[in-house]
């Protein structure tokens, strides 16, 4: 069977993304990781494993949607039929979403629809929570509340601050987000 081509976006450490290189799943091909951020620690990972990188600095642009542009350029040059946000930080614009419909994946830091957008870890904290999580989700144009294919859950302790959380957390992101991506590669999934 023909391997899934898949583009990854990220904007730092890209543990997730390390993840899904050592998963070695055998439905899928990794074409290509881009980052908005030249120097994002996980462009090594990607580099270690010989995956093409390139760097679109959002910095460089004179807009949002000059930068959406030129990025929806350089993913379709690798022509994937998966693109995934791994710890990608900028939000995307309803036209570069409508054109990955249904084959755009997030990993998100929280249960949703509980706790969407930035800080999590630190927002569960505050709230007293005692449970927290991680959900793959679909992207759709409004942020962070697009159809959830898998959450994990896991305790808050009481000695917890937010890098113990977040570590946590980040444990089984690295378990759910190659899940949600082999069921994708099997045709398992639809929006
Ligand atoms: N874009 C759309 N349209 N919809 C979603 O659901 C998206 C998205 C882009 C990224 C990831 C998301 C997350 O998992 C994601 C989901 C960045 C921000 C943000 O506020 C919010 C949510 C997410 C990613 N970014 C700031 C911005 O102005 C910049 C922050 C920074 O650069 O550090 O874009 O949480
Ligand atoms: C992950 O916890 C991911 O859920 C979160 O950032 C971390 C990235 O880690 N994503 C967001 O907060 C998106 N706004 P990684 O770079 O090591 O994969």
């Given at each position: 069977?023909a ?24 439905l ?65 614009s ?48 409004e ?49």
């Amino acid at each position: 069977m023909a391997k899934l081509p898949l583009v990854a976006l990220i904007s730092g450490r890209g543990s997730n993304l390390k993840a899904i290189i050592d998963a070695a799943d055998p439905l899928i091909e990794i074409r290509a990781v881009i980052s908005n951020r030249p120097q994002a620690p996980g462009l090594l990972y990607a580099q270690q494993a010989g995956i093409a990188t390139q760097i679109i600095d959002h910095k460089t642009f004179k807009s949002r949607l000059e930068f959406d542009t030129a990025l929806q350029t350089a993913i379709d040059h690798y022509q994937p039929k998966l693109v995934i946000l791994a710890g990608f930080m900028r939000i995307l614009s309803p036209d570069f979403i409508k054109h990955y419909r249904g084959c755009l994946l997030n990993i998100h830091p929280s249960l949703l629809p509980a706790f969407k957008g930035l800080h999590t870890h630190q927002r569960v904290l505050q709230s007293n929570m005692k449970e927290h999580g991680t959900s793959v989700h679909f992207v759709t144009e409004e942020l962070d509340s697009g159809p959830v294919i898998i959450q994990a859950r896991v305790p808050v302790l009481p000695d917890d601050d937010e890098d113990s959380l977040a570590a946590r957390v980040l444990q089984e992101e690295h378990r759910i987000y190659p899940q949600a991506i082999h069921w994708f590669a099997q045709g398992r999934l639809k929006t």
